[in-house]
């Protein structure tokens, strides 16, 4: 905790930057809500900005249906940051970066035998980000602190307009046991039976990305969990790609990560497309994680957003996972879904409803199927 509050008290000393304030606002558009921003004298902008994201969750595990009441949708966390941007004369820029979540009740937490799922307290693990990084457009960035390895969210490149609520991970809509076919509650969770295998993503970290070239960048960064009290070495390598070539956005990722504490070689990758007149849209993605037990999984989405309504775009998807060897040797773990998310652009907020079909065998048990249903809003500040 000492390290963290010495790296936060560096970043803050970095926005408390020594300069007169020329503006601060917060406004609404008709691009949504604007984040709080105060701009100085010595072209630094420091924004305020976050999110809340809360949903209503049930779980049928074949026998009984749950619900979990308000529960925060762990697939895009409630969370307040705080940025900082310097613009130097000489085409360097600073950046730093402070960001926690708070979700005491969360979507992937829940469980038949404790409902609640609750955790209500605050400690260095509720911190997303806590960095530093110097860029230019001819070096590239340097990154320092927790945040996001190279690797991180290799696994969901995602074009669909549905991952508030629809993606790779479909785990973080869960809903908590499977139930065997005799009726016995087994001690198998959703959050345990499925993963995306994304890289090693959020740690304290030094990371260097190279300057994008025909929509490619380069990743690599060294660090350690430091937030979890975890000295083993973590390293990756990652690499991106976006493009638009007039009527299809492209965008891609893939990435290697090695965790020697897990003595662990993880890869992940994803890939996605829209088509911008019709508003379709298919996105891939896999990963395979080579440790005590080899698991692997592959992902698929069709998705279409279009203008129905004046206040924002309407995206649907259909997806389809299938993983082998998650959560033990021998298991296999299915998942398909249908999302709706609507956009309202003049208060930056999404309403959202899912409904997610788990279907689990191992060489344990028999499982029933679990169905889970979700819908919520978010908006961002």
């Known amino acids: ?41 010595d072209h630094t902008a420091i924004q305020l900005y976050g999110q809340i994201n809360k949903g209503i969750l049930t779980f049928d595990d074949g026998d009984e249906s749950t ?3 308000l529960v925060d949708n762990d697939n895009s966390s409630t969370r307040l940051g705080i940025t900082s941007t310097t613009n130097f004369d000489s085409g360097w820029e600073m950046f730093s970066n402070i960001e926690f979540e708070y979700q005491p009740h969360a979507s992937n937490t829940v469980n038949q035998l404790d409902k609640n799922g609750a955790d ?48 790779s991970s479909v785990s973080d809509i869960g809903g908590g046991l499977f139930r065997e076919d005799d009726g016995t509650l087994s001690n198998v969770t959703t959050s345990g039976a499925y993963s995306n295998l994304d890289g090693l993503g ?39 790609y976006a493009a638009d070539y007039n009527t299809v956005e492209v965008a891609a990722s893939v990435g290697y990560a090695r965790d020697e504490g897990d003595d662990a070689d993880i890869l992940s990758a994803s890939f996605s497309t829209l088509h911008t ?8 993605a896999g990963g395979q994680n080579d440790a005590d037990v080899n698991a692997s999984y592959g992902y698929a989405k069709l998705g279409l957003e279009r203008e129905f309504f004046a206040v924002g775009s309407t995206a649907f998807s259909v997806d389809y996972y299938d993983g082998q060897d998650i959560s033990s040797d021998g298991a296999d773990s299915t998942s398909y879904a249908f ?9 930056n907020s999404q309403w959202y409803v899912s409904m997610r079909q788990f279907e689990y065998d191992d060489d344990v048990s028999d499982y029933e199927d679990g169905l889970s249903t979700m819908a919520g809003l978010r908006i961002k500040f």
């Open 339 to 347: 999302a709706m998310v609507q956009n309202v652009d003049n208060w």
């Open 120 to 167: 209500y307290g605050f400690d260095k693990t509720n911190f997303r980000k806590a960095e530093i990084a110097f860029s230019s457009e001819r070096v590239g960035k340097f990154w320092l602190g927790q945040g996001s390895m190279a690797s991180d969210g290799t696994a969901e490149t995602d074009l669909s307009g549905t991952g508030v609520i629809a993606y």
């Open 277 to 284: 007149p019709t508003g379709l849209s298919f996105t891939l």
């Open 67 to 69: 619900s979990y009441g």
């Open 1 to 41: 905790m000492t390290s963290l509050s010495m790296k936060s008290r560096v970043l803050f000393a970095a926005l408390a930057t020594c300069a007169l304030p020329t503006t601060a606002a917060i406004a609404q558009d008709s691009q949504g809500i604007q984040p709080l921003e105060w701009n100085f004298r």
């Open 202 to 240: 959020r740690k304290m970290r030094v990371r260097y990305d190279t300057p994008t070239f025909s929509g490619f960048t380069l990743k690599a960064s060294y660090g350690q969990d430091t937030l979890n009290d975890d000295d083993d070495s973590l390293y990756d390598i990652a690499a991106t």
